[in-house]
């Protein structure tokens, strides 16, 4: 049964439910691992930003983990910036769990937890080769930006933000 702040959606007979777990939680250690051997075979090297488990705690930010069928295939999580926008980060969809819309599943229930802490406007990066991810950011709302931390100077990398009360991207 979902705990408090899961959300759970059904498609079909088909359960998926999002909760917030500990950025030190196994599953979110598995699946942070996994996601890093994509950006291995991806980009040649795992994500170097850096990342601090405690970012990823209330009032700071909420890791989520979505869980099919009781198996952890998702995550995406938020955390605050000193310009009082928060940062998406490890925004996943295990490779077996992919093409089902769970991705937009996390991301809205990712959107919905930073507006409910009071964050006006998400902001993220990925990369040039991610491209669903891209595809759905741009689907969302989201839109290009000015670079910003660990990647600001990587060519290649892609920036994009979407406010998510009546204010406009700054």
Do not use: C
């Not at 910036?81 to 980060?89: N, R, T, V």
Request: glycine share 12%; charged share 20%; no cysteine.
């Amino acid at each position: 049964m979902p705990g408090p702040g899961s959300a759970p959606s059904y498609a079909g007979s088909v359960r998926f439910v999002i909760e917030p777990r500990p950025y030190s939680d196994p599953d979110v250690v598995r699946l942070v691992a996994e996601v890093q051997q994509l950006y291995v075979e991806m980009y040649g090297g795992p994500d170097a930003a850096a990342v601090v488990d405690d970012e990823f705690s209330p009032p700071q930010g909420l890791m989520l983990v979505g869980l099919l069928e009781d198996v952890a295939v998702a995550m995406g999580g938020w955390r605050r910036l000193p310009d009082g926008s928060a940062e998406i980060k490890r925004m996943y969809v295990s490779v077996a769990a992919q093409r089902r819309g769970l991705g937009r599943l996390v991301l809205a229930e990712v959107e919905r937890t930073a507006a409910a802490a009071g964050v006006e406007q998400l902001v993220l990066n990925t990369g040039p080769h991610q491209h669903a991810a891209i595809a759905l950011y741009e689907a969302e709302g989201y839109r290009p930006y000015p670079a910003f931390g660990h990647y600001a100077d990587h060519g290649d990398a892609l920036f994009f933000a979407k406010p998510l009360g009546t204010g406009a991207v700054s």
